[in-house]
């Protein structure tokens, strides 16, 4: 585990581990990162953490929340407005960019933004100049963006829903933060964490069998559903988790529902076609009944209860 500063992060497994170095590595430089992640997975806290330990972490670091600021609110949120821009520009006000300058803006979501914000952000990150809306003078600008995305851009930029140039502007240094089910040996550090940020007065432990429920979920929602469950749980606890005092959800162990639950993943994680996930759980399903009879065919075919000729046809198929 390392703790950096007050701010605790946990990056115990390997994969979160190499991640952390890539980011010491870049610390000293002034490139833009973008971070793609599910939500939850510490996109957020990643922006921080780059921030803090840059030669800008002195300087301002402003976060800006993309999907959250309405849509005809944004252009001015972002770079501005002068006085009677629109009706209810009664001043003129400075934008984030503008409050940003000499730090860093972290641009959350930024797979949200219409297409034309995005040109205006290009033509901004460009120049290095911003016009207030409304305006008639150039403003210069100096902040390092880092930028957010739940999915990844490139899916974007082929639907034609996001700027091929935008994105490579933005994705100078790409970080991906891999969802929480991908890493579990971070669970039981983060539940620890988590215990003694919620309950720093009382020594609080978890059972085996709860532990256990926590390796095996499929956390949806990441680290920021962890912490809450922890945060809810912990108010009627004992000195000890029990299995019987973690969520429904948690509890649950039908195998079908974890195994549609990962399929699911696979479609949305690692951007596998519909078609794929069936095709690599037929084929999955047809080596390991392959394996259980020793290769011999009209065993597993009738295991898989199916005809021999189809068996045969499916393993050529797969080219197993
Ligand atoms: N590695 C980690 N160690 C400690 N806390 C974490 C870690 N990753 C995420 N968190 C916590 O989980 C919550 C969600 O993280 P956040 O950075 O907001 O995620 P995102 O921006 O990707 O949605 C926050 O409360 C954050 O502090
Ligand atoms: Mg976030």
Not at 62 to 88: D, M, Q, R, W
Not at 105 to 130: A, M
């Amino acid at each position: 585990m390392r703790a950096n500063h007050s701010h605790s992060f946990i990056a115990y497994s390997e994969k979160m581990r190499s991640l952390l170095d890539r980011v010491d590595k870049i610390a000293s430089s002034d490139s833009f990162v973008l971070l793609v992640g599910e939500t939850g997975v510490g996109k957020e806290l990643f922006a921080e953490y780059i921030h803090r330990t840059s030669p800008r972490s002195l300087n301002p670091l402003v976060k800006v929340g993309l999907a959250t600021i309405p849509k005809e609110l944004l252009e001015s949120e972002l770079f501005g407005h002068e006085k009677g821009a629109f009706t209810s520009a009664s001043n003129s006000k400075q934008g984030l960019f503008a409050v940003a300058d000499t730090g860093t803006i972290f641009l959350d979501d930024v797979d949200d933004v219409s297409l034309s914000v995005q040109s205006k952000l290009l033509r901004v990150l460009e120049s290095g100049k911003l016009m207030r809306v409304g305006g008639t003078e150039e403003i210069p600008i100096n902040v390092r963006v880092v930028s957010a995305s739940k999915v990844n851009l490139k899916t974007l930029v082929k639907n034609g829903t996001f700027r091929a140039d935008l994105f490579y502007r933005l994705n100078v240094i790409p970080i991906e933060i891999p969802p929480l089910r991908d890493r579990p040996d971070d669970i039981p550090l983060l539940i620890d964490h988590f215990l003694k940020h919620f309950s720093p007065e009382r020594e609080i432990t978890i059972s085996r069998e709860a532990l256990h429920a926590f390796m095996n979920y499929s956390w949806p929602g990441n680290v920021r559903e962890l912490r809450n469950i922890i945060e809810r749980i912990i108010v009627f606890a004992d000195s000890e988790i029990k299995i019987t005092a973690l969520p429904d959800e948690l509890q649950t162990h039908d195998p079908l529902e974890v195994m549609v639950q990962n399929c699911c993943n696979c479609i949305k994680n690692k951007e596998m076609s519909f078609e794929d996930v069936v095709s690599c759980l037929e084929s999955n399903l047809i080596r390991k009944t392959l394996a259980e009879t020793d290769g011999v065919i009209s065993r597993a075919a009738r295991n898989l209860k199916m005809n021999f000729s189809t068996l045969h046809y499916k393993m050529k198929k797969y080219d197993i």
